[in-house]
Each structure stands twice: as C-alpha cells, then as structure tokens.
C-alpha cells in the first residue's frame, strides 16, 4: 500500500510558476513508476506528466511540453512537478499517482494509487 500527499498548489498570477510535491509513504519508493494529473472543474481528469522510477525517463503531455519538468528523489520519497509559464488554462486540480513497475505512461488506468490532489489556480 502506498499514500501520496500533494502539496504546492496555490494562487499564482499568469506567467508565474509553482512547484508540487507528492510525498509516498508506506512501502519503498524505488520501484514505483509516477505519474502527474489534472481536472479541471467540468472536464475530465487529464495526463499531465510521468516519471520512471528511475527518474531517468520523463514524458508530458503537449500542453505542458516546454513548461513543466518532473523529477523525483528517491531518497525522500518525494517526486516534483515544476511549472513555469502558467496559463489561465493550467487551473485544476493537480493530482500524482503511482503504480508498479519502471514507467507507468499516460493512462490513468495504469496507476494503482492516488493522492487527494492539490488546487492551482492561475489567475489572467
């Protein structure tokens, strides 16, 4: 069983950036592949990010591609998705998932585990 806490989000002006967290606890970190979400209200939760559980290998969706960077600390249990240039249309929810295995991709499906999430919310 793993359990993931974001935390990040908040209140940022266009232009701006943020970092999110998500912290797992509850088994070793190492072998779990990570992925980063988003729904905004109305609309269906999206892929935004992966990270392989080595770190080594990274994927983004095309809104994000240039702007945001995911990376992870195995050593504190911790992967971060940073996010330069926001836009109006980067509100949402933020969530991060985990699942088995070395990438986990864009799927949803493929993600055993999910945090609560975390609000951003990029003001014009």
């Known amino acids: 069983q793993v359990q993931l806490v974001e935390s990040g989000g908040g209140l940022v002006q266009a232009g701006g950036s943020l970092r999110l967290s998500c912290i797992a606890s509850?088994?070793?970190?190492?072998?779990?592949?990570m992925g980063w979400f988003r729904q905004a209200p109305g609309k269906e939760r999206e892929y935004v990010a992966t990270?392989?559980?080595?770190?080594?290998?990274?994927g983004y969706a095309d809104p994000v591609k240039g702007r945001f960077t995911a990376s992870r600390d195995n050593n504190k249990n911790t992967v971060y998705l940073q996010m330069n240039s926001l836009k109006p249309e980067d509100t949402a929810v933020y969530y991060c998932?985990?699942?088995?295995?070395?990438?986990?991709?864009?799927?949803?499906?493929?993600?055993?585990?999910w945090g609560q999430g975390t609000q951003v919310t990029v003001s014009s």
């Open positions: 998932a985990a699942r088995t295995g070395h990438y986990g991709g864009s799927e949803s499906s493929n993600y055993d585990y």
């Open positions: 509850g088994r070793a970190f190492g072998p779990w592949a």
């Open positions: 990270i392989s559980a080595s770190g080594s290998s990274t």
